[in-house]
């Protein structure tokens, strides 16, 4: 979940520095994010290694993801490139 952080807080620095409007959002995204694979990495912890349960909980990493880059990081990623930082 470090790595996670870390990369938000890199991705929103570049936001700010670019004036960015979506901030706000992006940062809940990531927030969301984080909590998502901070209660999947304790359930593992756990103990809980049902196989079901952790397909499961893959299945839903990638989503959450796919989704955030196909749509905040792709919007992001465009904003840069219209102003030449890409």
């Given at each position: 979940q470090a790595a996670v952080?870390?990369?938000s807080q890199h991705e929103e620095a570049v936001k700010a520095q670019s004036g960015y409007a979506g901030i706000p959002e992006h940062r809940f995204e990531h927030e969301r994010i984080i909590l998502t694979v901070t209660a999947l990495m304790d359930d593992a912890?756990?103990?809980n290694h049902n196989p079901e349960v952790l397909t499961e909980n893959?299945?839903?990493l990638?989503?959450?993801f796919f989704s955030h880059i196909a749509g905040q990081d792709l919007a992001?990623?465009?904003h840069l490139l219209s102003l030449g930082m890409g």
């Open positions: 952080r870390a990369h912890l756990a103990g893959c299945d839903l990638r989503a959450l992001l990623a465009q």
